[in-house]
């Protein structure tokens, strides 16, 4: 495809479950954020990969939240031991070229946590 | 990273003009200003990006402030499929996190 690609675009799951959400950014796009957004919400970011520098992972909310990329391409976000307070539209973004490159988002995926 | 400011709503009339400011006063020489805007139940989209001078495309114009401290989206002719949040984010030269304020949300009126 030529966007930026999320899956699933919908989970439901229950409390204490680990889940996986995945990220197909743009062919050849060096840079990929991943943020969340709970409803109402602005973006809060979570995680930024750059090529093969090791990745920014300020701002991961807690131990339970862990993200790579492999190969430089894909990428799994994976919440370990779901809470309520997880659920929230997880959105990844990807760019060729940081600072003057343009953002492309996905759609997000969308995670509820019972 | 740097640090920006916008008002938090704005509202609009249909084909009239819309100037959303923005405030950068700790920006670096090396950042650029970028605009995303975000459709209700999307993922947020691109509108404009620019370092020192101003910008066009077929969406909205940017303009800078001269000492780069301070920059205002226009669209020139507001629709009501332009009501979204808009975001006014910095980016550096050599890629780092990024930091999504509140925004803006802008309502336009039929």
């Known amino acids: 495809g030529a966007g930026v690609s999320q899956s699933p675009s919908n989970k439901v799951t229950e409390k204490g479950k680990d889940v996986e959400l995945r990220c197909d950014p743009i062919?050849?796009?060096?840079?990929l954020y991943w943020y969340r957004q709970s409803l109402g919400q602005g973006l809060e970011f979570l995680i930024y990969f750059q090529g093969n520098s090791a990745p920014d992972k300020s701002g991961l909310p807690s131990d339970r939240f862990s993200a790579e990329r492999t190969g430089g391409s894909v990428s799994t976000l994976t919440i370990q031991r779901t809470q309520q307070e997880d659920s929230a539209v997880y959105l990844c973004?990807?760019?060729?070229?940081?600072?003057?490159?343009?953002?492309?988002f996905g759609e997000g995926s969308r995670l509820t946590v019972l | 990273d740097a640090k920006t400011t916008q008002p938090n709503s704005m509202e609009s009339n249909e084909e009239e003009p819309v100037h959303l400011p923005c405030n950068h006063s700790?920006?670096?020489?090396?950042?650029?200003i970028h605009w995303y805007r975000q459709l209700p139940s999307q993922g947020p989209e691109y509108v404009i990006h620019?370092?020192?001078s101003n910008v066009n495309n077929r969406m909205a114009s940017l303009a800078i402030a001269e000492d780069r401290k301070s920059s205002t989206l226009i669209l020139h002719r507001a629709t009501l499929r332009d009501a979204a949040v808009y975001y006014c984010i910095l980016r550096e030269t050599s890629g780092s996190r990024l930091t999504f304020g509140e925004g803006t949300q802008l309502t336009v009126n039929p």
């Open positions: 062919s050849g796009h060096t840079a």
């Open positions: 620019g370092l020192t």
């Open positions: 700790t920006i670096s020489g090396t950042d650029y």
């Open positions: 973004a990807s760019s060729l070229v940081s600072g003057r490159g343009e953002l492309f």
